[in-house]
């Protein structure tokens, strides 16, 4: 089974995460920094919420869900 990984649980990731993961067609990881929101949200879709460094070496597809102004934070930690 191939993995997703989400980076991102607010509105947009976690709509998708809520369609994608209880298919069951994809184990499906995610993180936040507000690490109470990804737990509370891997709860209900049955998804996993793990530390971004588990994330990025074990998701074969990456979902950057997080709004354009966070993305400069990422950009040292995703390269």
Do not use: C
């Not at 971004?52 to 950009?75: C, G, N, S």
């Amino acid at each position: 089974m191939r993995t997703m990984g989400f980076i991102g649980t607010g509105n947009m990731g976690g709509a998708i995460i809520r369609r994608v993961a209880p298919t069951h067609t994809w184990r499906v990881l995610v993180h936040d920094v507000r690490a109470e929101a990804a737990q509370q949200l891997a709860r209900e879709s049955g998804s996993e919420s793990v530390p971004m460094e588990r994330l990025l070496a074990e998701a074969d597809i990456i979902i950057l869900a997080v709004k354009p102004q966070v993305l400069p934070a990422l950009y040292a930690t995703l390269s």
